[in-house]
């Protein structure tokens, strides 16, 4: 089966052809940095305009980058949920009426399901149960994964996401959104020894995290520390960076493998835009090889938002003859527990 996938939820969109027999044919990503970055966060409206103008001339390049006839097209998975209504909106219009002219099916995908299987079209995928760390701009959730749709919440945020709380220091930072690389990248010039930030929720059991009190500590220490210009020397904000990073870095390894422990599993999973962070990896992998568990990730193009992932994850569900009627309906809210299993 050959599944054309579209994601268009928040900034990104999204086009991608996958073969249920020959893999990831093709994809294309289109991000839309460039027309959010000076309101230092996501506009909605904005969001939804831009995937109109690009969702076509993405599909044209590449059923042409494929070499795919629209007759070669099997059918269509598209993200109808959670995310910001109006993308989502525009994505699933799209889909659903590209699907009914073509006359095949169409597959509504949960992004962070999406999320969850993006490692699966890595040339080593993972294999079932284990543990996924989901770490994006809006969730940050313990999953126990025992097949596709089988999601058991083990813990999540009890306020902001890890995504979020990186793009909010940034800002503190004055640096570019997306927060996440910008703050990785100046955490690499930040001196290990300068600052200790605090790791939230680690002395308590459980798997819930909490990231506003990091953020608070975050901002008294830049107030601290600025000069006339508002902001610390650059040398401070580096060190502030990094202990950022780290205190974020260590809360979420600790509940990692308080996870695995608790399931038995040995096997995690980390997904979504933060988990292309280098430190993030490097940590989790070190430390979950002391108790023998192995950490599974996508390239750094799938971890955050791209049409591959949601290609992937609608196919599975196709084969399995789910699909969606005519009628459009998005989920800008939608828990991913409550999914059918396959
Ligand atoms: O999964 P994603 O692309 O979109 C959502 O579904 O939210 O995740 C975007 C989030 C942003 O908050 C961004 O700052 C963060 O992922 N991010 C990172 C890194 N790359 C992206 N955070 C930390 N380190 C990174 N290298
Ligand atoms: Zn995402």
């Given at each position: 089966?050959?599944?054309?996938?579209?994601?268009?939820?928040?900034?990104?969109?999204?086009?991608?052809?996958?073969?249920?027999?020959?893999?990831?044919?093709?994809?294309?990503?289109?991000?839309?940095?460039?027309?959010?970055?000076?309101?230092?966060?996501?506009?909605?409206?904005?969001?939804?305009?831009?995937?109109?103008?690009?969702?076509?001339?993405?599909?044209?390049?590449?059923?042409?980058?494929?070499?795919?006839?629209?007759?070669?097209?099997?059918?269509?998975?598209?993200?109808?949920?959670?995310?910001?209504?109006?993308?989502?909106?525009?994505?699933?219009?799209?889909?659903?009426?590209?699907?009914?002219?073509?006359?095949?099916?169409?597959?509504?995908?949960?992004?962070?399901?999406?999320?969850?299987?993006?490692?699966?079209?890595?040339?080593?995928?993972?294999?079932?149960?284990?543990?996924?760390?989901?770490?994006?701009?809006?969730?940050?959730?313990?999953?126990?994964?025992?097949?596709?749709?089988?999601?058991?919440?083990?813990?999540?945020?009890?306020?902001?996401?890890?995504?979020?709380?990186?793009?909010?220091?940034?800002?503190?930072?004055?640096?570019?959104?997306?927060?996440?690389?910008?703050?990785?990248?100046?955490?690499?010039?930040?001196?290990?020894?300068?600052?200790?930030?605090?790791?939230?929720?680690?002395?308590r059991p459980g798997l819930e995290?909490?990231?506003?009190?990091?953020?608070?500590?975050?901002?008294?220490?830049?107030?601290?520390?600025?000069?006339?210009?508002?902001?610390?020397?650059?040398?401070?904000?580096?060190d502030i960076a990094f202990a950022?990073?780290?205190?974020?870095?260590?809360?979420?390894?600790i509940k990692c493998k308080r996870?695995?422990?608790?399931?038995?599993?040995?096997?995690?999973?980390?997904?979504?835009?933060?988990?292309?962070?280098?430190?993030?990896?490097?940590?989790?992998?070190?430390?979950?090889?002391?108790?023998?568990?192995?950490?599974?990730?996508?390239?750094?193009?799938?971890?955050?938002?791209?049409?591959?992932?949601?290609?992937?994850?609608?196919?599975?569900?196709?084969?399995?003859?789910?699909?969606?009627?005519?009628?459009?309906?998005?989920?800008?809210?939608?828990?991913?527990?409550?999914?059918?299993?396959?």
């Open positions: 089966m050959r599944v054309l996938g579209i994601e268009t939820s928040c900034d990104e969109t999204g086009v991608a052809i996958y073969d249920s027999n020959l893999g990831l044919l093709g994809h294309r990503l289109y991000s839309q940095v460039k027309v959010h970055a000076e309101y230092g966060g996501v506009v909605p409206e904005l969001a939804s305009r831009d995937h109109v103008r690009k969702l076509l001339p993405l599909v044209n390049e590449v059923l042409a980058a494929t070499n795919s006839a629209t007759t070669d097209i099997d059918a269509i998975a598209f993200t109808n949920g959670p995310g910001l209504i109006g993308a989502l909106m525009v994505g699933a219009c799209f889909a659903r009426s590209l699907a009914y002219a073509w006359n095949i099916p169409a597959v509504g995908v949960h992004h962070m399901e999406g999320h969850l299987l993006a490692p699966m079209l890595e040339d080593n995928p993972p294999s079932f149960p284990f543990v996924a760390l989901l770490v994006s701009g809006g969730h940050t959730q313990l999953v126990d994964v025992r097949s596709i749709g089988e999601y058991q919440l083990l813990g999540e945020s009890l306020d902001d996401a890890a995504g979020e709380a990186f793009d909010k220091a940034a800002k503190m930072l004055d640096l570019d959104y997306p927060g996440g690389p910008a703050i990785a990248k100046l955490a690499e010039l930040g001196n290990p020894d300068r600052f200790k930030f605090p790791r939230p929720m680690v002395d995290f909490s990231f506003s009190g990091l953020k608070t500590y975050t901002l008294n220490t830049v107030a601290e520390h600025k000069q006339e210009n508002g902001l610390p020397d650059d040398q401070t904000c580096a950022f990073q780290e205190a974020v870095v260590q809360t979420i390894a996870a695995l422990e608790q399931t038995g599993y040995t096997t995690l999973v980390m997904a979504g835009g933060v988990s292309a962070n280098k430190r993030l990896r490097e940590l989790l992998t070190h430390n979950l090889a002391k108790i023998g568990a192995s950490v599974f990730y996508a390239r750094n193009e799938f971890c955050t938002d791209n049409g591959a992932m949601i290609a992937y994850a609608g196919c599975q569900r196709l084969l399995n003859n789910q699909q969606e009627p005519l009628g459009v309906t998005v989920r800008p809210r939608w828990d991913m527990t409550t999914l059918a299993p396959l």
